[in-house]
């Protein structure tokens, strides 16, 4: 009696468990988890939030602040809040300038594809809309790239650079990924591929983080809001083919090599994405009228949340250590 109660207990378990995936499976397979653009809005653009329309595209932008111009790029998969941490630190006396770079956050869509050259091209139309003849790039991850591309587009414009987890060759194809995350991108790629969990999202954080980091509940909210908006998903794996490409069929270090100002190089050393190491990284810049390099030993991928009080004062001693004529 007792190992018959125990099976059907089981057996009701395993029913109670399908019938919970299937709750959340057919809904997310029909579309109807997508997040609400409008709603999108109202949560991650209100003021000092608006919209730039450059070329067709409707391209987010946010700026705050007083004081020199900074430009800041977010990264693959996040948007211009993965700078919320640093731009309230350094608004008190930069102009803080942040932008959605397509396909991310809430510009677009852009008819013309998705790619770091277009990207960058985007970037500076919104400067040229903003009137700003001359900014510091702090950028982090593919932002880095688009940065890069920015410099060689106009280097006239660029008057320093500050990287952080910089990709001059293509992203580790080798580092152990979360087991978790191992079984759960097939099964998105072959059933949800317009769809990911929140609980994804949660792992990949985890995973790119530095050991034992609680990532903050808002990045993953905010990652999975944006990918969730109809059609980013299908939007963003075209710019990885893209930039995929572009690592196969180019030297990408090479970029570095035009840029001619003073340069910042903070280097997460837990971090396990980025290929290169920081020596290799800054032999790139081979052009640089200097360089500052800093280790952060027990910091992952995300640098301005793991350690948000630290690395915006390394920016900001960088920014007051450039000649006079650097930033006007």
């Known amino acids: 009696m007792t190992m018959r109660k125990t099976a059907m207990g089981l057996c009701a378990l395993l029913l109670l468990l399908a019938v ?90 852009n008819p013309k594809g998705y790619t ?30 688009v940065g890069l591309q920015l410099n060689i587009d ?52 985890q995973d790119t983080g530095h050991h034992g980091w609680e990532v903050p509940s808002y990045m993953v909210q905010m990652m999975y809001d944006m990918a969730n908006l109809p059609g980013a998903i299908t939007n963003q794996q075209a710019y990885l083919k893209s930039n995929v490409d572009l690592f196969q069929t180019m030297d990408v270090g090479a970029m570095a090599e035009h840029v001619r100002v003073p340069v910042l190089l903070q280097w997460p050393e837990e971090d396990t994405v980025i290929a290169q190491g920081a020596d290799a990284s800054v032999q790139r810049f081979t052009q640089a009228t200097s360089m500052t390099l800093i280790r952060y030993p027990n910091v992952g991928h995300w640098p301005m949340w793991e350690i948000p009080d630290q690395f915006a004062a390394d920016i900001r001693t960088f920014l007051k250590g450039l000649p006079e004529e650097t930033v006007p």
């Open 20 to 109: 919970s995936f299937l709750a959340w499976f057919i809904p997310a397979k029909l579309g109807w988890l997508a997040t609400d653009r409008d709603a999108m809005i109202a949560r991650y653009a209100q003021p000092p939030s608006r919209f730039i329309e450059v070329d067709g595209v409707p391209m987010h932008v946010r700026v705050e602040g007083q004081g020199p111009a900074l430009l800041m790029l977010h990264g693959t998969g996040v948007n211009l809040h993965e700078w919320d941490p640093t731009a309230e630190r350094l608004k008190t006396d930069y102009t803080v300038i942040r932008v959605d770079w397509p396909p991310y956050g809430l510009s677009g869509p």
């Open 116 to 145: 770091t050259a277009e990207a960058a091209r985007l970037v500076g139309r919104v400067l040229d809309e903003l009137a700003v003849d001359h900014v510091v790039v702090i950028a982090t991850s593919n932002g880095c790239n």
């Open 154 to 205: 106009n280097p006239a414009r660029i008057r320093a650079m500050a990287f952080s987890v910089l990709p001059l060759i293509r992203p580790s194809q080798t580092r152990k990924v979360d087991w978790r995350l191992r079984q759960l991108i097939p099964l998105h790629n072959k059933w949800l591929p317009d769809y990911h969990a929140r609980y994804f999202y949660q792992l990949v954080l």
